[in-house]
Structures are given as structure tokens and as C-alpha cells.
């Protein structure tokens, strides 16, 4: 008999994971994107989670992978065309994620007008912390979330930073893509952006709240 599935292991249920970006302005500038009037979305496979204990893996293809930390929404209840108000009603949790991003591929994918699949959604690409229950951030508009590598800070920011809300997202994906629950909602990252390399540590946090450690392994995807 399967066992009974838990939302604190959503990472196991093989759901989706949707991703928005460009959603701080300082890390649109940073890429020199311009600012979204719409939120910027794309997709990560299930098999893209990667928990605590494991590597990171470094694709073969690419020779500038960087990090970017970002608050993950993890969907409680699902829907289509959920209105503003009610999105909040669908959210069990959050979980502190890394959205990791094959920079050289992403950029030849822009230049050549194709799609990010390679640059976004290779296995290991979507660390992922432990669940965090919805009542432990009472407002996912105020949360200060932090990078390290090897100690030292690269990323810091705040969701007050986002230009579209957890509430607009939700809202505006389930327009166009039905929400499910155990579905992720990775809400884009703040500026610092930078490369990392084989065998860097690398530290995450959301202030007060949960902290997560991951390292680069040398063996390639
Ligand atoms: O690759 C990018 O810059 C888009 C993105 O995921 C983000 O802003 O979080
Ligand atoms: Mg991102």
C-alpha cells in the first residue's frame, strides 16, 4: 500500500515547480534585463529538487553556473483563476529554494531567441530547504532572505523588494497554468548574483527562520 503523502515532503510528490523571473529590480538591472510590466515565467522538472546531504552537480555544458536564493511558495490547495484575494487560502508553506542557472547557457538561449530548459531545469538545479509550515511567516511579503559562498555574503534581500506579491503570482499562473497541490512557486531573486565553482560551500538562509547548506561537487552532470 502507498503510504499516505505528506505536504512537508513535497518534493517527493513530483509536482511542478514554477518559476518566476526578473522579479527584483536590482537583479533585472544587474543581468541589464529590463523591468517585467508582467511576471516572466518558466518551468523546473520534479527531478531539478535536491536535498541537504547532496551534491550540487555542475553540468558538463557549462562553465558559469551561478546561484540565486528565492522564497518558494509550496501549494496547499489547488486551483484555476484563483482571485488576488483568495490566494492566500491555496498556500501550505514555504521553503527556502535555490533556483541554480547555467549563466552561459541562458545567455546563448536569450541572444538565439530559445527557450532556458538547459540553463534552468538540469538535475540538482532546485535545492531545496526543509518545509516550512505557513504560520511560521505570518506575511511572505517580509521575509529577508541571504546567500554565503564559502562564507561570505553574496545575496541579501527582501521580498518587500518584489515587484509582483506572492497573492499576484499565485493569481496570475493559475490564470494560464492550473495549481496543484504540492506544487512549487520559486518567486525570483534578488541581486548578488554571482558564479560558483566546484566544490564551494554554499549557505542560505531566511532570516530567523530556517538556514540550509549545499556543496558543488567536482563529478559533472
Ligand atoms: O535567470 C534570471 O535572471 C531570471 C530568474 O530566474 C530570476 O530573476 O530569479
Ligand atoms: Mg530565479
Known amino acids: 500500500m502507498m503510504a499516505s503523502r505528506n505536504i ?8 511542478k515547480i514554477i518559476c518566476v523571473g526578473r522579479n527584483y529590480a536590482e537583479h533585472a538591472k544587474e543581468l541589464k534585463n529590463a523591468i517585467p510590466t508582467e511576471p516572466v515565467l518558466f518551468l523546473k522538472p520534479p527531478s531539478a529538487y535536491v536535498r541537504e546531504g547532496s551534491p550540487i552537480l555542475v553540468p558538463l555544458y557549462s562553465s558559469n ?3 540565486e536564493v528565492e522564497l518558494g511558495v509550496v501549494i496547499g490547495k489547488g486551483g484555476t483563476a484563483i482571485p488576488q484575494s483568495a490566494a492566500m487560502e491555496h498556500v501550505a508553506g514555504y521553503a527556502l529554494c535555490l533556483d ?18 538547459l540553463a534552468k531545469a538540469f538535475n540538482t538545479s532546485c535545492p531545496v530547504s526543509d518545509f ?3 504560520d511560521r511567516i505570518p506575511d511572505p511579503g517580509k521575509v529577508k532572505l541571504w546567500l554565503k559562498v564559502n562564507d561570505q555574503l553574496r545575496q541579501s534581500g527582501c521580498t518587500s523588494q518584489m515587484i509582483f506579491s506572492v497573492p499576484y503570482l499565485i493569481s496570475y499562473i493559475s490564470e494560464f497554468i492550473s495549481l496543484e497541490e ?4 520559486l518567486t525570483g531573486t534578488p541581486k548578488g548574483v554571482s558564479a560558483v565553482q566546484e566544490h ?3 549557505q542560505a538562509g531566511i532570516e530567523d527562520v530556517v538556514t ?3 556543496k558543488q561537487k567536482s563529478k559533472r552532470i
Open 212 to 214: 540550509m547548506n549545499f
Open 65 to 67: 553556473l551561478h546561484h
Open 8 to 15: 512537508s515532503r513535497f518534493w517527493e510528490w513530483g509536482r
Open 200 to 202: 564551494d560551500e554554499l
Open 100 to 117: 541554480m542557472t547555467a549563466r552561459d547557457i541562458q545567455d546563448e538561449c536569450k541572444s538565439k531567441g530559445l527557450p532556458w530548459t
Open 132 to 134: 516550512i509550515p505557513k
Open 182 to 185: 504540492g506544487d512549487l512557486i
